[in-house]
Antibody, heavy 118, light 109 residues
């Protein structure tokens, strides 16, 4: 059974840093395209970042230069390092598997809440 | 950047048909995917590649895509279908981006 479990969310001050983790089971993270999607309170879905199976990474303009997506193949885990956090980064962050051929997200985690506030 | 436009809300009576649109420039040339999200839950894929359904999704959910509009159709709407629905495309160009529509709140009257 495919499962994605996020962790690492919490309250952080503006300008601070946080690292999110997404532990996968039932498939191999390094063989798939993996992504982070966020949702601010009461708002819609916003794509954040993707890492290809080959290791290439891409980011939304809103987080470029501040966030870094990575993975640990030995732990089958996806990460999102978030630096220089702003109030507008407050959201539930989901990890999801992106299917190569069509570009759809077929599996999602339950999400982890990040709150940026002083 | 590419923009997907959805109506903020759609209302339908139980047993009727709900149609949720997703507008985008020449969206018919792209693969469109649809997600259902209920309060406090993660999104769930209900239609992919314009009109295919993942296993476990009822046949009542269907999709179409042509020209500048993609449509998610929910037949014989049930109370349990009340949720937010999002369309999505993937631009896999030299600077890949995923784009979501703004979401549509489906209310079952």
């Amino acid at each position: 059974e495919v499962q994605l479990v996020e962790s690492g969310g919490g309250l952080v001050q503006p300008g601070g840093s946080l690292r999110l983790s997404c532990a996968a089971s039932g498939f191999t993270v390094s063989s798939n395209y993996m992504s982070w999607v966020r949702q601010a309170p009461g708002k819609g879905l916003e794509w954040v970042s993707v890492i290809y199976s080959g290791g290439s990474t891409y980011y939304a303009d809103s987080v470029k230069g501040r966030f870094t997506i990575s993975r640990d193949n030995s732990k089958n885990t996806l990460y999102l390092q978030m630096n220089s956090l702003r109030a507008e980064d407050t959201a539930v962050y989901y990890c999801a598997r992106l299917k190569l051929l069509g570009g759809q997200f077929d599996y999602w985690g339950q999400g982890t809440l990040v709150t940026v506030s002083s | 950047s590419y923009v997907l436009t959805q109506p903020p809300s759609v209302s339908v009576a139980p047993g009727q048909t709900a149609r949720i649109t997703c507008g985008g420039n020449n969206i018919g040339s792209k693969s469109v995917h649809w997600y259902q999200q209920k309060p406090g839950q993660a999104p769930v894929l209900v239609v992919y590649d314009d009109s295919d359904r993942p296993s476990g999704i009822p046949e009542r959910f269907s999709g179409s895509n042509s020209g500048n509009t993609a449509t998610l159709t929910i037949s014989r709407v049930e109370a349990g279908d009340e949720a937010d629905y999002y369309c999505q495309v993937w631009d896999s160009s030299s600077d890949p981006h995923v784009v979501f529509g703004g979401g549509t709140k489906l209310t079952v009257l």
